[in-house]
């Protein structure tokens, strides 16, 4: 019998919403953190801005007041002759709309400048970030959540900033000052704005804190439909080739239904506390004119403090409902901004070195001096892993799917940084190497042979922009992509991804290769750069390949045999460890598992 004590279900739930509001408060520190980050370079316009719409406020609410003084005052002072006070207080009037409307427009156009320098710092930001973040985060982070940061959580956040907070400051400004005024002019009305205020404050923090839940779970539903679509069309080779559309469509009619009844919630939300209002203020306004129409009777209070009384009781609870809607814009940003913090938080695994070690001529010794790795918190990939690569030697990686051949070549490209242990190039650590210097020493090709939109001329001289074209021209000759390239439309500056400028799956090997052979690396390394080839295209990146790789140390990880026969030295791997190491003819002439592997190939010829 087990007597391991456990916490009351009460306690435990309490322990949780503690360490909850502890988290919620956690973020909403950093949020604001990030914002008075991006706030801070503009403090002068921002300050400004506030002074204006202080200003504008204050001119705008004197119009009730001045209407007032213009009854009492002015229109007696006119029955008598005297048109003096009459013309002061309309100049006076004019004055003050002049003076409001000119701040408020000098108080938005600063708020335009003001929020999209913020948008475009905090746009630079993020796209900043996801370049430096590591590869470990980004295979676990998917695009389109990254999608996401970009664009709707930014477009929130413009929202907020182009007209949430302008209708706050205002709103907020206009009530406080119209309640003063009316409490100055009428002490007695003054009251009776403030009781409708409690019935006010009551249904706006109702219908704040449903719009709060509405608000965050429309930015998740919003986030998740991004997603789908992009994750949809991204793989949309796999989708039409396994007759997906139909499924994809009924998951994507699930998510678009969820939005839709989010946002119907939301605004019978809104069918509630907008007739709430007006009922609230229409009912003030009648109650002030009925204590005020007695007391114009008994002779306590005029005819002209008395509009001015109506007219600020119907004014301020204009505002409020702007306030409210701004409430939901507030909301969805602040959700936004969280977001956006968090991936601005986010550390790169791997770290530039605090004091780099230049390697401005690298060789290419590569050396594996007991490494051991694994991704993040899960099993061991690399136990101990011993290898010594020559400068100039070409070295091909072989074995099963999961034997680790691709997590070396990630180590040494240094996306990833060991576990333990240490790897150097030309005697210096990966990890104290400058990261200049590393990403012109070791450059890997990929199986994907990504072609970014521009030019083929541009494409190449992805690592070096300010490659002449008689240098781009002598790399694409060394591994036989130039006869293609001048078959294109445009030749050179034919654009990959436009129509006639496409090309297969061979010719964009062929200049990933010309883009490697350009960045001349010290250590070249090739992850199953053929693997997505047929016989032809193969042959023809192989002749590539032989150019490609001399007088370099070369890693190569291939499937296909007929590409480890250019290769000095095989290595082949089983569960992260070496398990057989020598030249190609002799490990075929031998019995172990290499030579298995290149029967059963040749078996596959025949």
Not at 144 to 158: F, H, N, P, V
Not at 266 to 290: C, E, F, K, Q, S
Not at 399 to 425: C, H, M, Q
Not at 584 to 603: K, M, N, Q, T, V
Request: hydrophobic content about 45%; glycine content about 8%.
């Amino acid at each position: 019998m087990s007597t391991q004590a456990t916490a009351p279900i009460g306690v435990a739930d309490e322990e949780n919403s503690h360490l909850d509001a502890t988290r919620s408060r956690a973020i909403r520190r950093r949020s604001l953190k990030l914002l008075g980050s991006l706030l801070r370079p503009h403090r002068v316009d921002f300050t400004l801005a506030i002074v204006l719409v202080v200003v504008g406020q204050a001119a705008r609410v004197a119009g009730p007041a001045l209407v007032a003084l213009a009854i009492d005052r002015g229109l007696p002072a006119a029955l008598d002759g005297d048109w003096g006070p009459t013309w002061l207080v309309a100049g006076g009037y004019v004055g003050a709309a002049i003076a409001a409307g000119a701040c408020t427009a000098a108080y938005i156009r600063m708020a335009a400048k003001v929020s999209q320098a913020v948008l475009l710092d905090l746009r630079q930001r993020v796209f900043r970030q996801t370049q430096l973040l590591s590869l470990e985060f980004h295979e676990s982070y998917t695009s389109g959540r990254i999608i996401s940061r970009q664009t709707s959580d930014l477009e929130a956040l413009r929202d907020l900033l182009d007209s949430g907070i302008t209708s706050l400051a205002q709103g907020f400004l206009f009530m406080a000052f119209t309640g003063v005024s009316l409490f100055i002019l009428d002490w007695r009305s003054g009251l009776v704005l403030l009781v409708a205020v409690g019935p006010v404050w009551a249904i706006t923090r109702w219908f704040q804190k449903r719009s709060q839940v509405l608000y965050r779970i429309s930015r998740v539903a919003s986030a998740r439909l991004i997603v789908n679509f992009v994750e949809n069309m991204t793989g949309i080779r796999a989708v039409q080739a396994f007759r997906r559309e139909r499924y994809n469509e009924q998951v994507y009619g699930g998510f678009t239904e969820d939005y839709r009844e989010i946002s119907a919630r939301t605004m019978r939300l809104n069918g509630v506390y907008d007739p709430g209002l007006t009922l609230i203020g229409n009912v003030t306004v009648a109650v002030a004119l009925g204590f005020g129409a007695f007391r114009v009777l008994d002779g306590s209070l005029e005819v002209g403090v008395l509009v001015a009384t109506l007219l600020y009781t119907k004014r301020f609870f204009q505002p409020v409902r702007d306030m409210a809607m701004f409430y939901n814009a507030f909301q969805s940003a602040s959700a936004a901004l969280e977001k956006i913090s968090g991936l601005l938080e986010e550390v790169p695994s791997v770290r530039p070195p605090a004091r780099p070690v230049a390697l401005p001529s690298a060789q290419g010794h590569v050396r594996f001096d007991d490494v051991t790795f694994g991704y993040g918190s899960g099993r061991t990939i690399l136990p101990h892993l011993e290898l010594d690569v020559p400068a100039g030697q070409t070295v091909a990686l072989v074995g099963s799917t999961g034997a680790g051949k691709s997590t070396l070549a990630k180590l040494v490209t240094r996306f990833y940084d060991v576990t333990a242990g240490a790897i150097t190039l030309d005697g210096v650590d990966l990890r104290d190497l400058s990261t200049p210097d590393l990403r012109r020493a070791v450059v890997m090709v990929t199986q994907e042979a990504y072609l970014f939109s521009g030019s083929v001329r541009e494409n190449i001289a992805l690592a070096r922009p300010d490659a002449s074209d008689e240098e781009i021209e002598r790399a694409a000759r060394a591994v036989g992509a130039h006869d293609f390239i001048l078959d294109l439309p445009d030749g050179y500056d034919t654009d990959v991804n436009k129509r006639g400028g496409r090309v297969s799956a061979g010719q964009r090997q062929l200049i990933s290769f010309a883009r490697a052979f350009l960045a001349d690396p010290a250590v070249l390394i090739l992850d199953e750069a053929t693997s997505s080839l047929d016989i032809p295209g193969e042959r023809l990146v192989q002749r590539g390949l032989e150019t490609l790789l001399a007088n370099r140390t070369a890693i190569i990880i291939a499937h296909r045999l007929s590409t480890v026969a250019i290769a000095d030295r095989v290595l082949v791997m089983a569960d992260g460890r070496i398990v057989e190491d020598g030249p190609p003819a002799e490990l075929i002439a031998g019995s172990g598992r290499f030579a298995a592997l290149h029967a059963a190939w040749r078996d596959s010829l025949v």
